[in-house]
C-alpha cells in the first residue's frame, strides 16, 4: 500500500491515491464486511481508511501535546 497526490505524485498531500493490492481470500473477507453493512465495496474501504488516517492523526496530536 502506498499513498501519493494524484497531482504532483508528492507524498503527504491532503488529496491522497491509495493503492491497495489484495489477496483472493482478503476481497471475499472485504466483500463479506461490506454486504452487512449495506455498502459497496469500495465505499466500505474508502470508510475504513478515512477512520484509519483520523485516528493516525489522532495518535500523531497527542503524542505531540504530551512532548510539549
Do not use: W
Amino acid at each position: 500500500m502506498f499513498l501519493k497526490s494524484p497531482n504532483t505524485g508528492k507524498r503527504g498531500n491532503a488529496e491522497q491515491v491509495v493503492v491497495v493490492k489484495l489477496q483472493a481470500t482478503e476481497k471475499k473477507i472485504l466483500k463479506s464486511h461490506a454486504r452487512r453493512c449495506g455498502l459497496s465495496s469500495s465505499d466500505f474501504v474508502r470508510v475504513a481508511i478515512t477512520q484509519y488516517f483520523l485516528a493516525h492523526q489522532a495518535y500523531q496530536a497527542s503524542r505531540d501535546m504530551a512532548r510539549r
